[in-house]
């Protein structure tokens, strides 16, 4: 969303908010019809039209302002505290016409201001209610025939006022702050869940590395980045030599034992920013990131050795299992399928001619090494 974008939405929600207190007002407003209605209004018809017609005016004249966009002028563009003051001097205005039902007026109002006050700053609702008891009182002593005034119930209509406006906008951040703590945390518990349901997306269920859709994910990104820069990565291809004897003479339990050792093992050999993922059975393929072909092979030599101190059974501790491995480096202008299938045919040769051993596709094996080439 660009910057006029987001501005049009901020001045459109303005909008809205200008609507809502006003739409407030106007329910208000409908009270005091209702009173006026049954005789306890201190005004006619004529003059009740007319300040219900102007309380309105003052809300469309706001939202004039927010459309031709001159708040955007103004420090505070919410234009909270104008809203907020004019919504008051409504209220007390049509509450001091009010004769024994003054209360039901006033409250009906300030019911509707303490949820437009949410939207002001602490010093902002100091103000408005500063504002507010001041012209509540100044009604009170020039509205109102001060020697058959009521003092007592208008004091009590003071406390009550002031105590409304501090308190309830108070109250109301109060729960609002505690509703969003809530929020927040279940927020939180939502994204670790999320977190972990994507990570199960692309792990092996059985051993914990990843698998092949991630494999093909990570192939596809070194890939992009090897064809950009100067740039190698390699691949191991490894398969478990025999592993059905493993399964035929231990049973499928150990059977998954040795494929989770197995990726404990492969995990201690390779880097941080390297990768193991198992596609299947017992094969599984390593990428050296930003690693060459001879780098690669000392990898899977490691590979190899961790194997020969890797128990299988408890019951045979002496048992074994070797691995398979054919190695390949990218090349320039490689699909991601005919690296894996040079990879591939590599372990092929290696499986052929004998297993236990490391085969590299194409070139001349690696001096630290014994290794058929394929």
Not at 4 to 26: C, H, M, P, S, W
Not at 62 to 74: P, V
Request: net charge negative; aromatic share 8%.
């Amino acid at each position: 969303m660009n910057a006029i974008e987001d501005t049009n939405t901020q001045q459109k929600a303005r909008i809205y908010r200008v609507a809502t207190l006003g739409a407030g007002v106007f329910v208000h407003l409908m009270v005091c019809w209702t009173v006026l209605s049954i005789g306890y209004m201190n005004l006619g018809v004529v003059e009740m039209f007319g300040l219900s017609s102007l309380a309105i005016a003052g809300f469309l004249f706001l939202a004039l302002l927010i459309g031709i966009e001159w708040n955007l002028t103004l420090e505070d563009p919410e234009m909270a505290t104008p809203q907020m003051i004019w919504a008051l001097t409504v209220v007390i205005i049509t509450s001091h016409f009010a004769i024994e039902l003054k209360a039901v007026v006033l409250l009906s109002g300030l019911a509707m201001v303490v949820m437009g006050a949410n939207r002001l700053s602490r010093s902002q609702q100091f103000l408005v209610a500063g504002y507010g008891l001041v012209l509540y009182m100044a009604s009170v002593v020039f509205l109102t025939n001060v020697e058959g005034l009521g003092w007592v119930t208008e004091i009590v209509l003071i406390i009550a006022f002031g105590l409304v406006l501090i308190f309830g906008p108070a109250l109301y951040r109060f729960e609002r702050s505690v509703v969003e703590g809530l929020m927040t945390d279940k927020n939180e518990e939502l994204s670790k869940a999320l977190e972990q349901i994507s990570e199960m997306a692309v792990r092996d269920e059985l051993t914990g590395v990843y698998n092949r859709r991630h494999l093909m994910d990570l192939l596809a990104r070194e890939k992009a980045m090897a064809d950009r820069k100067n740039y190698v990565f390699t691949i191991c291809y490894v398969d478990l030599d025999y592993f059905k004897r493993v399964n035929d003479r231990f049973g499928h339990s150990t059977g998954d034992d040795v494929l989770r050792n197995f990726a404990r093992v492969a995990e201690g050999v390779i880097r941080e920013i390297d990768c193991i993922a198992r596609i299947g059975g017992e094969e599984f393929v390593l990428v050296f990131a930003g690693t060459n072909q001879s780098d690669a092979i000392r990898g899977a030599e490691r590979l190899a050795a961790g194997l020969k101190d890797m128990p299988v059974s408890r019951t045979e501790p002496h048992y074994r299992i070797t691995a398979s491995v054919g190695i390949t480096e990218y090349r320039q202008g490689d699909t991601i399928q005919q690296l894996v299938d040079r990879a591939d045919k590599a372990l092929y040769d290696a499986k052929r001619t004998g297993r236990n051993r490391l085969v590299v596709a194409g070139g001349e094996p690696s001096s630290r090494m014994t290794a058929k080439t394929s």
